[in-house]
T-cell receptor, first 115, second 115 residues
Framework: AQSVTQPDIHITVSEGASLELRCNYS??????LFWYVQSPGQGLQLLLK??????LVQGIKGFEAEFKRSQSSFNLRKPSVHWSDAAEYFC?????????????FGTGTQLKVEL | DVKVTQSSRYLVKRTGEKVFLECVQD?????MFWYRQDPGLGLRLIYF???????EKGDIPEGYSVSREKKERFSLILESASTNQTSMYLC??????????????FGEGSRLTVL
């Protein structure tokens, strides 16, 4: 069964500092990987996704993520964090079953941005 | 804009009551999902549906049922609500059953409190 681990429950960074959120996955075949963001009181929004090809993927809001098969990781990065990036971030992996869209989510990382 | 609408943002129910959570999407998506979100546990899949009148159990279906009579509507039913079902419930939809698109479109969530 697929699974996702986000080892950091909370992270605090200063505005303008760089950010890296960690994600490790477990899946038997080539994974389909995603990062979602949830702002307070909102549903989740897709930041970026990896299906195949280039292991460095670009997303919205200046985020990027790098797929590293050898480390089973898909870490999210941003060079300079803005106060509006404060939110909860979820990594997810898709299993190829049935309709193919069954996502398994990690437990999330809450990002706090200090001004 | 794509839209997933959950009929109730906040509900308070009593133990033993029957609870209906409604979700409607206007994107003509085939796939619809119900997740439960709890602090420290992330999102856990309750049920999903790939087509009208079709449903499949997710990871935590116990105590829940679903109904999908029309393509655009997916209802989550708690036959007899219990306090451990106090949670945030998120509905999502996604297009197609061929391959993986990966992007789920989420509603804003329904926060249910069972007293």
């Amino acid at each position: 069964a697929q699974s996702v681990t986000q080892p950091d429950i909370h992270i605090t960074v200063s505005e303008g500092a760089s950010l890296e959120l960690r994600c490790n996955y477990s899946y038997g075949a080539t994974p389909y990987l995603f990062w979602y963001v949830q702002s307070p009181g909102q549903g989740l929004q897709l930041l970026l996704k990896y299906f195949s090809g280039d292991t460095l993927v670009q997303g919205i809001k200046g985020f990027e993520a790098e797929f590293k098969r050898s480390q089973s990781s898909f870490n999210l990065r941003k060079p300079s964090v803005h106060w509006s990036d404060a939110a909860e971030y979820f990594c997810a992996v898709a299993g190829v079953t049935g309709g193919g869209n069954k996502l398994t989510f990690g437990t999330g990382t809450q990002l706090k941005v200090e001004l | 804009d794509v839209k997933v609408t959950q009929s109730s943002r906040y509900l308070v129910k009593r133990t033993g009551e029957k609870v209906f959570l409604e979700c409607v999407q206007d994107m003509d998506h085939e796939n619809m999902f119900w997740y439960r979100q709890d602090p420290g546990l992330g999102l856990r899949l309750i049920y999903f549906s790939y087509d009208v009148k079709m449903k499949e159990k997710g990871d935590i279906p116990e105590g829940y049922s679903v109904s999908r009579e029309k393509k655009e509507r997916f209802s989550l039913i708690l036959e007899s609500a219990s306090t451990n079902q106090t949670s945030m419930y998120l509905c999502a939809s996604s297009p197609g059953t061929s391959g993986i698109s990966g992007e789920l479109f989420f509603g804003e969530g329904s926060r249910l409190t069972v007293l």
